[in-house]
Antibody, heavy 120, light 105 residues
Framework: QVQLKETGPDLVQLTQTLSITCTVS????????VHWVRQPPGKGLEWMGA???????DYNSAFKSRLSISRDTSKSQVFLKMNSLQTDDTAKYFC??????????????WGQGVMVTVSS | DIVMTQSPTSMSISVGDRVTMNCKAS??????VDWYQQKTGQSPKLLIYKASNRYTGVPDRFTGSGSGTDFTFTISNMQAEDLAVYYC???????FGSGTKLEIK
């Protein structure tokens, strides 16, 4: 069955770099797109960026200068890396799957998320 | 960037009520709006895609409508298990609304 699972640190120091891995199963990264979405405690959802099935990426302009998304298709993993962390980067980080079919521009499966706290 | 303005921020409702919430896009997004439900402590769950299409397994009390810049999401007969925060999202460039929280009156 389709699953996505985020793994990463609970705590990251101010100004340091955050690295999170999304490991997927039940589908191929060369067939489906994977997105990253974050949610600060008690707040709404924010789209961060996407890894397209063809290997290209897109980023929310709010993060473009410090966000990088990559993948290892052989391991079915998508990676998020964001540098220069600030306290307002404290959030739960989700990865989500998007079908690569016309008219299917939605996120049909989500990981459970990983809560990351940025500490000074 | 496309901004999705969602209203209201919260609603106090009773079981059995009809619930309606809205999203307004800052520019024409066609019918490329999805609606998600997020219960406390859980990941978001897709309910409606392409403005008005119910996703697999979603009860028919959930409906969506709209096109262009104005979109509506309705729960026709509110159930206790529908207590959640609901988000719209435009899928042209992926922006979420700020959410509508449903609370019991």
């Amino acid at each position: 069955q389709v699953q996505l699972k985020e793994t990463g640190p609970d705590l990251v120091q101010l100004t340091q770099t955050l690295s999170i891995t999304c490991t997927v199963s039940g589908f191929s990264l060369t067939t489906y797109n994977v997105h990253w979405v974050r949610q600060p405690p008690g707040k709404g959802l924010e789209w961060m960026g996407a890894m397209w099935n063809g290997g290209g990426t897109d980023y929310n302009s709010a993060f473009k200068s410090r966000l990088s998304i990559s993948r290892d298709t052989s391991k079915s993993q998508v990676f998020l890396k964001m540098n220069s962390l600030q306290t307002d980067d404290t959030a739960k980080y989700f990865c989500a799957r998007q079908p690569n079919y016309p008219g299917r521009d939605y996120f049909d499966y989500w990981g459970q998320g990983v809560m990351v706290t940025v500490s000074s | 960037d496309i901004v999705m303005t969602q209203s209201p921020t919260s609603m106090s409702i009773s079981v059995g009520d009809r619930v309606t919430m809205n999203c307004k896009a800052s520019q024409n997004v066609g019918s490329n709006v999805d609606w998600y439900q997020q219960k406390t402590g859980q990941s978001p769950k897709l309910l409606i895609y392409k403005a008005s299409n119910r996703y697999t397994g979603v009860p028919d009390r959930f409906t969506g409508s709209g096109s262009g810049t104005d979109f509506t999401f309705t729960i026709s007969n509110m159930q206790a298990e529908d207590l959640a925060v609901y988000y719209c999202m435009q899928s042209n460039s992926f922006t979420f609304g700020s959410g509508t929280k449903l609370e019991i009156k």
